[in-house]
């Protein structure tokens, strides 16, 4: 007995075999590329100290050039765990999250049948095809042809014609074929007034469906007679053909994501074939609907970031919109959306042919993130000018980034939509009318106006340069003493995916931290990543070396200490710094109590962060660190306080 005909290749669509294979090996960074799906990695059948185990993720193989072992998830899982086939499905089935089906005895009966069928799709193909040469088929090739459509592009296409009369079923009928299979392949259907026999497209365009294979199953036909109910008329659901699981272009699309071409997601055929004859090769389309969660997971085994292009259009943006929400849930790292949206009234077919593919270039290069599409559709049009109007923002975006189950990214989404939003209000206050001690006095220029940009750059610069070194000091010890004890740091996952470096050595330790985080062996990780370099750089470092936290790294107390402190200060001086900003922009009014105050419970902050809790707890609580940061930035405060308490003071004229 064998699983239902369909259960496996679905089985294998929902996984991505980087991941099964990545739980027994430790990839070789220099040689994987990891975006094209390209792995490599010692063997995991034989000793060997070379990577010469490829997999290729995007179509689901391995292969050893060692040991020449070859297979797919279902045969990796076999030989790692020693299981018989149907455990490894069950395996692999709990991992997709898919039941496993009860064994059918007429398996091997329903694959023959799959097999007639799609050698009845095929002819039905070649039948088309000849019919778009016909004398009937002249309206349909003065449509392609107005299109663009050259006859060798219908040729690479397989595009064709369905004839009024005398269609598809009578062909296949005089080659010996059994009716019922034209019906079984969705070519043909009952008559529901007892007339026999129809044929389901009739005086249309025919553009053949393929899966991944390249095997024929279904059709989408595009109608020639303006009046018809439906302009594009695809398959019914089959035993080939199942919409929400396919893809138009996809074979075609993968080879060409396999070759680092981006991977783009249009609306319709006509938009896939021109995007591909301009050269866009890896481009595919939804099947007249919506995009389903099926589609985007097999979207996401093409390629990691697929590029939405959407008609720029009502409907075209409510899509976007509607895949948002369908892709919040299913985000993983490296794992996501981007999108280009066309001009208004425009799709890809068009904006090529009207500016050609160097203006469809422009537009996927400015592909915008999801987040941001996100923030657009909840903040476009809209006016927040009261605390309640704010309130509900926040609430709606804080419902949406509930959606994500990944918690990292549900934390890099929270602190986008944070620096979004305070650009946002920052900018509306910046924009905001000038109070009337900053107007003209008298017909001239007020005298009283202070021009404080060259202060305030002047101001923020010397700020920015001695919270970019602190920032560079805590940095540095947070993430030595995390690689020293790997059993704290898993317990500062949260504020470590929070921390906002400048420095791409510490960007790509953080990265590399996050990737390891629960590994004993945390600094043999860190090493295989990103080599010994960047760890002898940080661990060469003064302040570094001197750290309670690396002096006395077996005390995990003291390092978890240590780690908490460290935090507490970066976070309170990212605040802080946040304040000054808006204090420095607040100066382009007038100064008031308000203002004081914030910048007065900012530093508060910062000193208490600086001096820790307890200042008898353990001398590094404060140590040098503390009181230069206090002493650095409290003479800045003071300055700017002066500032604003000269301008509170001044006679300014009534």
């Known amino acids: 007995m064998s699983l239902p005909p369909g259960f496996l290749d679905e089985l294998r669509n929902r996984l991505s075999l980087g991941q099964v294979v990545g739980r027994k090996v430790m990839w070789d960074t220099r040689k994987s590329n990891q975006g094209k799906g390209d792995l490599w990695a010692s063997c995991p059948f034989h000793q060997e100290k070379s990577a010469s185990f490829h997999v290729d993720d995007r179509k689901g193989f391995y292969y050893c050039f060692g040991c020449h072992a070859k297979g797919d998830a279902i045969s990796f ?48 193909v070649q039948f088309h095809r000849l019919q778009l040469q016909t004398a009937v088929a002249a309206d349909a090739r003065d449509y392609l042809e107005r299109r663009g459509l050259s006859v060798e592009a219908q040729a690479r296409w397989d595009i064709g014609f369905a004839p ?6 009578e062909h296949l009928q005089g080659k010996g074929v059994d009716p019922k299979l034209a019906v079984d392949a969705g070519l043909a259907a009952e008559s529901d007034r007892g007339g026999g026999l129809y044929n389901r497209f ?77 050269g866009f090769t890896a481009t595919v389309a939804p099947l007249g609907t919506a995009i389903t969660e099926d589609q985007l997971r097999l979207l996401w085994r093409i390629g990691p970031e697929p590029i939405i292009a959407l008609d720029g259009d009502t409907a075209g943006l409510r899509a976007a919109m509607r895949l948002i929400e369908i892709a919040l849930p299913l985000l993983e790292a490296g794992q996501s959306l981007r999108f280009a949206l066309m001009p208004e009234g425009l799709d890809p077919d ?24 996100l923030w657009q559709r909840e903040t476009e049009g809209k006016v927040f000018d009261s605390p309640e109007r704010k309130a509900a923002l926040d609430k709606t975006l804080r419902e949406k980034i509930k959606l994500i189950q990944d918690p990292s990214i549900r934390n890099h989404y929270g602190q986008a939509i944070k620096d979004m939003r305070w650009a946002l209000f920052s900018t509306r206050k910046a924009a905001a009318p000038r109070s009337a001690g900053n107007r003209a006095w008298n017909g001239k220029q007020d005298p009283w106006k202070r021009d404080v940009s060259p202060v305030a750059t002047a101001r923020r610069s010397a700020l920015a340069g001695a919270a970019a070194d602190e920032d560079h000091v ?42 390891h985080l629960g590994a004993n062996d ?8 990103l080599g010994s370099a960047p760890l002898e750089k940080l661990m060469s470092q003064n302040h570094v070396a001197i750290s309670p936290a690396i002096r006395r790294g077996g005390d995990v107390e003291i390092v978890r200490l240590c780690l908490a402190e460290e935090f507490a200060k970066l976070s309170a001086r990212h605040g802080h710094k946040r304040e000054i900003e808006d204090a420095v922009a607040d100066l382009g009014g007038v100064a008031d109590e308000g203002l004081t105050w914030r910048l ?21 609580a404060i140590g040098e660190n503390g009181a230069r940061m206090k002493k650095e930035e409290q003479s800045a405060f003071d300055q700017l306080l002066g500032q604003i308490n000269f301008a509170k003071g001044s006679d300014r004229p009534k």
């Not at 009024?164 to 079923?169: C, D, K, R």
């Not at 007065?600 to 590094?620: H, I, L």
């Open 202 to 278: 009739r005086d249309r365009i025919m553009f053949p469906i393929r899966d991944a294979r390249g095997r024929a199953i279904g059709f989408g036909g595009r109608a020639m007679d303006p009046n018809a109910p439906a302009k594009y008329y695809n398959s019914p659901e089959t035993a080939l053909f199942d919409k929400g699981r396919s893809l138009y272009n996809h074979g075609p699309a993968r080879e060409a994501a396999g070759k680092g071409k981006p991977l783009i997601v249009a609306e319709g055929y006509m938009d896939v074939i021109a995007l591909s004859e301009a």
């Open 600 to 620: 007065a419970q900012s530093t508060a902050a910062v000193d208490k962060a600086g001096r820790g809790d307890n200042e008898d707890k353990a001398e590094y």
């Open 77 to 124: 899982v076999r030989e790692t765990e020693n299981v018989e086939f149907m455990e490894a499905v069950k395996i692999l089935a709990a991992e997709a999250g898919m039941p496993v089906p009860d064994r059918d005895p007429r398996a091997q009966e329903k694959a023959d049948a799959r097999t007639v069928l799609t050698d009845v799709m095929e002819q039905a």
């Open 350 to 373: 068009d904006l090529i042919k009207a500016q050609g593919a160097g203006a469809m270039q422009q537009l996927l290069d400015q592909a915008i993130p999801m987040v941001q599409l």
């Open 164 to 169: 009024a009369n005398g269609g598809v079923l």
């Open 522 to 529: 945390l600094r043999a990780r860190v090493i295989d990543d």
């Open 474 to 515: 805590r940095e540095a010890v947070i993430l030595a003493a995390m690689i020293a004890a790997p059993s704290v740091a898993v317990d500062f996952e949260t504020p470590l995916e929070q921390m906002n470096s400048r420095d791409p050595t510490h960007r790509d330790l953080q990265s590399c931290l996050l990737r």
